[in-house]
Structure formats: structure tokens, C-alpha cells
T-cell receptor
Framework: LAKTTQPISMDSYEGQEVNITCSHN???????ITWYQQFPSQGPRFIIQ???TKVTNEVASLFIPADRKSSTLSLPRVSLSDTAVYYC???????????FGDGTTLTVKP | EAGVVQSPRYKIIEKKQPVAFWCNPI?????LYWYRQNLGQGPELLIR????????DSQLPKDRFSAERLKGVDSTLKIQPAELGDSAVYLC??????????????FGPGTRLLVL
């Protein structure tokens, strides 16, 4: 299983763009990269998934360089409600073979 | 569409007692996961089901933990006997299954277990 490394915590202010980078040096050819968000007392919630280059949806963008050894989750114009733990997962095509790390705690300040 | 349902939400028991958690996945989701999440850590997979078959239970402590998904829909996770170190949040998740790629997992709110 590909091991992921993320910063333990990050601070930001409302309205700023936040970029959280995840390292996954031993990513395999069939692995996808998925990000989840978790609020206190809730289960994780899917944010975005990608395989290469750039993926964008209504809440975030995911940037993946050509070597795929890292990925960056970009949250545009964060608000206080974006304060949460963000997890990067890397896994193969067999669903469930990915492992959650300890995530990045993002704190958005007013 | 209803999400993943778990019960109870909270459970307090004394050590050596049994405890059971129930999960009802999203309708039509064939894959079901049980995770354990300790405070300040990410979820740790305990067992994954494809329909009624447990396809990955390598991280399930089988001496005290058991799980079942008899009809391929809802599932029960049991601990007997519980130990102090079992205090954690137990999360259930489900996904469509059979897509051949890393699937989006939909999580329930979890059951917070406290063993005294």
C-alpha cells in the first residue's frame, strides 16, 4: 500500500486559498488519489479524486504532477466552515485497499 | 437519498462486557467497510465486505472482534469481551462495488464507544 505523508496542521484566514500537499512516493500505476474531509463527530466525506494532471469540482481542485509522487488539494477562498481534518488516500483499483493517514488539521481563522 | 445509518451513536460499557454496532449502508451499495478511529488518528480499516463476503479482514482482531453481513445489506460488528483499548469511534462506510477502481466511500456518523 502506498504510504502518504501530509502536514499535521495548517492555519489560514477566511477568504484565502489553501493548498495542502500530500506525498506518496511509492504510488503504483493503478492507484488513484482521493481526498476526504472530516468534521468533528462526523464520518469522513469525499471531496475529490484524480489520477493525473488537474481535477476540479465545485468545492476544490486537485493538482497531480506528471510523476504522481505528490498531489495538492486546493481550497479556494476558505471560510470558517472549512475548518476540518483533510485526508489524502492513495489506493489501487481494488476498493478498500487504500489507507487513511493521520490527516491535516486545517484551522480557518476570521 | 438516505445516507449510511449507524446505531447506537454512543455506547458506554465496562471492560469485559460485549458490545455490538449496527450499520445499514446506502441502498444499492454492495461494498461495506468497518473502520476504527482513535482520537487524533485517521480511520483504520477493520473489515471490508463485497456483498455478504468478507474480502479483507486482515486488520480485524479476530480473538475478540467479529462481524457479519448475512444478507449482503446491513451489518453488525461485535466485540466480546471489550477492553479499555477498544475505546474509539467505529465508522461504517459503503460504496457501489464492482467498478474496478478506487470508489467513493460514504461514511456514517459513527458509534463512539467508551470502555470503562
Amino acid at each position: 500500500l502506498a504510504k502518504t505523508t501530509q502536514p499535521i496542521s495548517m492555519d489560514s484566514y477566511e477568504g484565502q486559498e489553501v493548498n495542502i500537499t500530500c506525498s506518496h512516493n511509492n504510488i503504483a500505476t493503478n492507484d488513484y488519489i482521493t481526498w476526504y474531509q472530516q468534521f468533528p463527530s462526523q464520518g469522513p466525506r469525499f471531496i475529490i479524486q484524480g489520477y493525473k494532471t488537474k481535477v476540479t469540482n465545485e468545492v476544490a481542485s486537485l493538482f497531480i504532477p506528471a510523476d504522481r509522487k505528490s498531489s495538492t488539494l486546493s481550497l479556494p477562498r476558505v471560510s470558517l466552515s472549512d475548518t476540518a481534518v483533510y485526508y489524502c488516500l492513495v489506493g489501487d483499483t481494488n476498493a478498500g485497499k487504500s489507507t487513511f493517514g493521520d490527516g491535516t488539521t486545517l484551522t480557518v481563522k476570521p | 437519498e438516505a445516507g449510511v445509518v449507524q446505531s447506537p451513536r454512543y455506547k458506554i460499557i465496562e471492560k469485559k462486557q460485549p458490545v455490538a454496532f449496527w450499520c445499514n449502508p446506502i441502498s444499492g451499495h454492495n461494498t461495506l467497510y468497518w473502520y476504527r478511529q482513535n482520537l487524533g488518528q485517521g480511520p483504520e480499516l477493520l473489515i471490508r465486505y463485497e456483498n455478504e463476503e468478507a474480502v479483507d479482514d486482515s486488520q480485524l482482531p479476530k480473538d475478540r472482534f467479529s462481524a457479519e453481513r448475512l444478507k449482503g445489506v446491513d451489518s453488525t460488528l461485535k466485540i466480546q469481551p471489550a477492553e479499555l483499548g477498544d475505546s474509539a469511534v467505529y465508522l461504517c462506510a459503503s460504496s457501489l462495488g464492482g467498478t474496478g477502481r478506487q470508489e467513493t466511500q460514504y461514511f456514517g456518523p459513527g458509534t463512539r464507544l467508551l470502555v470503562l
